[in-house]
Nanobody
Framework: QLQASGGGLVQAGGSLRLSCAAS????????VAWFRQAPGKEQSFVAS????????YYADSVKSRFTISRDYGKRTVYLQMNSLKSEDTAVYYC??????????????????WGQGTLVTVSS
C-alpha cells in the first residue's frame, strides 16, 4: 500500500514537499511516479523515479521546479515542489509499478496507487 501525504494550501511562488511511503514491502524493482488531476481535467504525469538506479523523468511543465527523490531507509519517495503556480493546483497521486522508460508517463504502467493528496496554490 502507498501512503501519500504533504499536500496543503500554499501561495504562488511557495514550496511544498509531498511524500509517498510504502506501508508494506518495498519499492525494489519498481518505478514510483507522481500524477496529478486538476479539477475538470484528466490525470497527467508529473515525475517518476526508478527505485534501483534512480533514473528520473519529468513533465515539461514542472521541469526545473520539481524534484523527485527517494529515501531507501524510509521506503519513501518525495516530490519537492518549488516556485508553485496556480496551475499546479490538483490532487496528487503516487503510483508504483514495473514501468519502463517508454511507459513511465502512462497510468496503465502502474499497479499500485496512493489515496491522493490535495495541493492548492493561491495566486
Amino acid at each position: 500500500q502507498l501512503q501519500a501525504s504533504g499536500g496543503g494550501l500554499v501561495q504562488a511562488g511557495g514550496s511544498l514537499r509531498l511524500s509517498c511511503a510504502a506501508s508494506e514491502g518495498s519499492f525494489s524493482q519498481y518505478t514510483v511516479a507522481w500524477f496529478r488531476q486538476a479539477p475538470g481535467k484528466e490525470q497527467s504525469f508529473v515525475a517518476s523515479i526508478r527505485w534501483s538506479g534512480g533514473n528520473t523523468y519529468y513533465a515539461d511543465s514542472v521541469k526545473s521546479r520539481f524534484t523527485i527523490s527517494r529515501d531507501y531507509g524510509k521506503r519513501t519517495v518525495y516530490l519537492q515542489m518549488n516556485s508553485l503556480k496556480s496551475e499546479d493546483t490538483a490532487v496528487y497521486y503516487c503510483a508504483a509499478g514495473r514501468a519502463i522508460a517508454s511507459s513511465v508517463r502512462q497510468t496503465t504502467a502502474y499497479n499500485y496507487w496512493g489515496q491522493g493528496t490535495l495541493v492548492t496554490v493561491s495566486s
